[in-house]
């Protein structure tokens, strides 16, 4: 993908979630990653899009999380979620990494974003809230979703 949308962005970043006073800005990190793997297969949705097509096709519960069962059904995903044993395996299989999310571990919060590449024990990848490819090893993936 050339160009990944980032949470962060002056065009949605105070769009707020239906359930709360949060916004895109603060709390849309997997919607935002959603909608950089549907706009990569054609799908140009931005990330209120994928917020309003969640919450209007009841996709999301009260406390604005997102419903995964929801993602299938909405968008069409189908996903397989891994856990961070399974990053070396996934390094080894020739697949299109577009189609990933990473969950990483910051302490006090859990961060989706999207995956460039695997290398080895570590992934890189493309954070949605400041807009910079980081790295993160085996002990910061809480878990990966594999869109297909």
Known sequence: MSE????????????????????IGQIGCLITSISNILWERG????PPD??????????LTNS???????????????HTKYFKESVKKLSKETLTIDHFVVEIDCETFTHFCNIISFEGLKIKYFDVF???EKIADDNKIVSIRRFE
């Open 50 to 59: 994928v917020l309003n097509l969640l919450y209007v096709n009841n996709g």
């Open 130 to 132: 400041d807009g910079k």
């Open 43 to 46: 799908k140009k949705l931005t």
């Open 64 to 78: 604005n999380l997102v419903l995964w069962d929801s993602v299938f059904k909405i968008f069409q995903l189908k």
């Open 4 to 23: 990944y949308f980032t949470q962060t962005d002056i065009r949605w970043k105070n769009v707020k979630f239906p359930y709360n006073n949060k916004t």
